[in-house]
């Protein structure tokens, strides 16, 4: 869906239309909003965001891995190559991150390595908002966290962009 939609148009969708002007908000991950679905009708823009944010929140921690595993890697070859979704080519290119140096870009990709290795999924992060100096800074902090409190973070993040996602889709 582009351009914006007020929350009455929303309720008024039935659930495959729904499913399809929501679906990519969580990345590759069309079941979040197929959840989400459950909750209309919605009461206000926050309520459906709420009702996102519920529906990650209370998946299992497979479903969590498979959304968060469902993540390009941020100024990983995928977006660099433009394999990525629409809202993550432009959440990354506002960041900065389609404009890297070569030394820039091996520093992503080590630490993107890194980050894989010691918690089986992509480092994630709400980039809207952030330099690439603000991304590598959050990374290093983070890729010394213990795996329980990275996953709760990443996704907490993955909430974030959803909320943001949605902001720019959803009228007031």
Known sequence: MTGSS????INAMDRQAFIAAFGDIAE??????DRAANARPFANRDGMIAAFTDAVLSAGETMQLDLLNAHPDLAGRAAISGEIGADSRSEQAGAGLDRLNQEEFERFTRLNTAYRENFGFPFILA???ATKHDILTSFEARIGNDRASELSTAVQQVCRIMRFRLEDRIAE
Do not use: F, L, N
């Open 6 to 9: 007020g929350i009455a148009a």
């Open 28 to 33: 590759h991950s069309p079941w979040v909003a």
């Open 127 to 129: 980039v809207r908002g």
